[in-house]
């Protein structure tokens, strides 16, 4: 199903799409203060980017929801939205540890100090947590991150649900503070950026 919105378009992707959502994420976030914390060497980090994203995007196209904007005229993606209901158990990415010590290299240890910080942090109770906002470079600021942002909590709003996020920029975090939520706790990672931890209640 397609939703037209001005010069773009809103969808849910089938799995056939999900190297170009890939592609976009390692774009998008590949030069953020994540990833240079996870793996400074600019190089090497752009060559993993693509195999990292890969992984969590075959992910959330088996057990969440994933949409994306797209320009009109030319489909070319320009956003990607990866939600994780977690209204149930979601079992981990496919033979995660092995994959991700075969795409990190020498940012394994980072790569498992970020989720071990990431899980230490996350709520329990019925919510979906939002793991990946990305719009490509050339477009941000666009109003695609709240774009895609009010198509799910549309979702979420009717059915009563909350949602969690984690925040890797200031701007990031003031984007979601825009769109009702609010700093629950904040990661530091060692000798890296901070992470701030988001909560959005349903609203009426």
């Known amino acids: 199903m397609s939703y037209a919105v001005k010069d773009l378009v809103i969808r849910d992707l089938a799995p056939v799409d999900a190297p170009d959502i890939a592609r976009l994420l390692a774009v998008a976030m590949h030069d953020g203060a994540v990833g240079r914390w996870m793996q400074p060497d ?10 990292y994203f890969a992984i969590h995007v075959e992910h959330a196209l088996r057990f969440g929801d994933v949409y994306t904007t797209a320009e009109g005229d030319t489909g070319r993606l320009t956003g990607a939205a990866l939600w994780f209901p977690r209204t149930s158990a979601v079992p981990s990415p496919l033979d995660y540890d092995r994959r991700l010590k075969e795409v990190a290299g020498d940012a394994y240890d980072r790569a498992c100090q970020l989720d071990a910080a990431l899980d230490a942090e996350h709520p329990t109770g019925d919510h979906h947590y939002l ?3 990305a719009v490509r470079p ?4 666009c109003g695609l991150g709240s774009t895609l942002l009010r198509r799910h909590h549309r979702r979420l709003d009717a059915a009563g649900l909350p949602a969690y ?4 920029d200031p701007r990031g975090r003031d984007l ?4 009702g939520y609010q700093v629950r706790s904040v990661i530091d990672l060692p000798d890296g950026p901070p992470l701030w931890c988001m909560w959005r209640s349903p609203m009426d």
């Not at 600019?42 to 195999?51: E, Q």
């Open 42 to 51: 600019t190089a090497a980090r752009h060559r993993g980017s693509y195999d």
């Open 131 to 133: 793991a990946f906002l």
């Open 138 to 141: 050339d477009r941000q600021g």
């Open 165 to 168: 996020l984690e925040a890797n």
């Open 176 to 179: 979601y503070l825009r769109h």
